[in-house]
């Protein structure tokens, strides 16, 4: 069975990055994405980040959007990219982006290359 947050393979020095296919649940959040911020936060150089939600990313259970937010509002990142064919997704990003503890932008799927290039930078 595939799992519903998958680390990103192959991804440059530094960076760091998951995939989320199907729902995205609190369970989730609080088993592996938790676990993965706290493994960044304690490591050495800044903390750059892909958060893909891929092509068959279905949404987000209850709670998983707020929690999701709160944990990424209270991170010091360098930089981060959040990559998603969801117009809300991006629009909600761009709005939070002045509250953010780096530089974030927002890619559509088919950009993950240039996503990935541009938070490795």
Known sequence: MRRVVEDIEGLPDGVVGVCVVGELRVEHYDLVLVPRIEELRNQDGPI????????????????????????????????????????????AINVMKWMLRGDVRTFRNDELAAAIAWVAA
């Open 48 to 91: 750059r980040l892909v958060l893909q939600l891929g092509p068959e990313f279905t949404g987000f259970g209850e709670g998983a959007w707020g929690d999701l937010t709160e944990g990424v509002l209270r991170m010091p990142f360098e930089r981060a990219v959040v990559v998603s064919d969801e117009v809300m997704v991006a629009t």
